[in-house]
């Protein structure tokens, strides 16, 4: 035990021997050589950390301290082993790319669009679009359906494109635009509301059918088509509006001989079971109100007007394969035994907002103007 004791003294003596030279060799007077030794009490931290592979600094460590580490085999071959600590390297950033100039649109633009001051802002109804797929319920003329619930026979050999009525002199009024229900108005969409004189009515001519009247007329005109349009609202009394619509057709009928063509112009409403108002849009251009044709059958020469209906809409379906609904074939008048060439037109639904309704009836203007044979100038 003696023996072991000596040993281990002597071993801790040389131990401290070392130390104090490893620490002391560099330095030149008394000062340095405690400073050297005071700073070397930060050995067995730097051996604790060095063994964990933490060397904090790298391999920047002093003369002495390497002699110390030199002492120990184990920690000496670990040290020798880690790599030298790199400064991190930066990650690559995405370079941002010098704008480029954007070739400029010289397509050019129609001069008179069919868009032209619309900027059809949302009107929050929801929409569907009326697509019949099936001859079922319907009399089918080519691309043409017809839903009859007259309960009339219909010769679908006379729906061949042609119509009795024909535009006369062009220095004379041609169409009469009238409007049997000229307060029906649409959704507007927010900062652009009416004043309401009933459900989805207003008096303002400006937001009503009246309106929309005026924009059918215009497209007329710009082929060549006389047009004169009846800007009276019939139905502030409901229940009498046909009564005082057909006074004013047959006022202007009898004043002008030259008109062959009368265009009562409406809009529809369809509505579920909490009173929800939807709108109907084309699905091809879901800004347009779809379209749709409703015909009476109460008199006798109906059919020449049914031919003209089916005329018309087979003519826009060409371009415009869903913006009409099908066409509608009623046990009632809607005085259009007044002339055999007459429509009602319901342009879109309460739902629709009014820039979709303009926008479908000009649509529906130019379309009719081609089915009778005019040409734009």
Not at 84 to 95: D, G, L, M
Not at 261 to 289: T, W
Not at 357 to 374: D, H, K, M, N, P
């Amino acid at each position: 035990m003696k023996k072991f004791l000596r040993r281990s003294g002597a071993a801790l003596l040389a131990a401290c021997t070392v130390w104090v030279v490893a620490a002391t060799v560099e330095s030149r007077s008394l000062p340095a050589a405690a400073e050297a030794m005071r700073e070397s009490f930060q050995l067995p931290k730097a051996l604790v950390q060095l063994e964990l592979g933490d060397v904090l600094g790298g391999r920047d460590m002093s003369l002495s301290t390497l002699l110390a580490l030199q002492q120990s085999p184990l920690l000496w071959a670990a040290y020798g082993t880690l790599p030298a600590q790199k400064e991190p390297t930066p990650e690559p950033q995405p370079e941002t790319p010098e704008p480029q100039p954007q070739p400029e649109d010289n397509t050019p633009q129609p001069e008179n669009s069919l868009t032209e001051g619309l900027t059809f802002a949302d009107n929050g109804s929801p929409s569907q679009t009326v697509i019949p797929t099936a001859s079922k319920s319907y009399t089918v003329a080519g691309s043409v359906f017809i839903k009859n619930s007259a309960g009339r026979s219909i010769d679908t050999a006379l729906l061949d494109g042609t119509f009795p009525a024909k535009l006369g002199d062009s220095t004379q009024p041609q169409v009469l635009i009238i409007h049997t229900h000229g307060s029906e108005a649409y959704t507007m969409p927010a900062g652009e509301e009416y004043t309401p004189s009933g459900s989805y009515r207003t008096a303002d001519t400006e937001k009503n059918m009246i309106r929309v009247g005026d924009e059918i007329a215009a497209v007329l005109s710009q082929y060549g088509i006389s047009v004169l349009h009846d800007r009276q609202i019939h139905d502030s009394d409901y229940n009498s509006a046909y009564g005082k619509s057909r006074s004013s057709a047959a006022a202007y009928l009898e004043k002008y001989p030259s008109l062959s063509f009368v265009l009562d112009i409406h809009r529809d409403a369809i509505s579920d079971a909490d009173g929800r108002q939807y709108k109907v849009v084309s699905k091809e251009d879901p800004h347009a109100a779809q379209l749709s044709i409703v015909m009476g059958s109460n008199y006798g020469a109906w059919m020449d007007n049914l031919r003209l209906a089916a005329a018309v809409q087979a003519n826009l379906l060409k371009d415009h394969p869903t913006l009409m609904r099908p066409i509608i074939l009623r046990p009632y008048g809607y005085n259009q035994g007044l002339c055999n060439g007459s429509l009602l037109v319901e342009v879109g639904a309460a739902g629709n907002s009014l820039d979709e309704a303009i926008y479908s009836a000009r649509l529906f203007a130019v379309g009719f103007a081609e089915t009778l044979g005019a040409e734009k100038s």
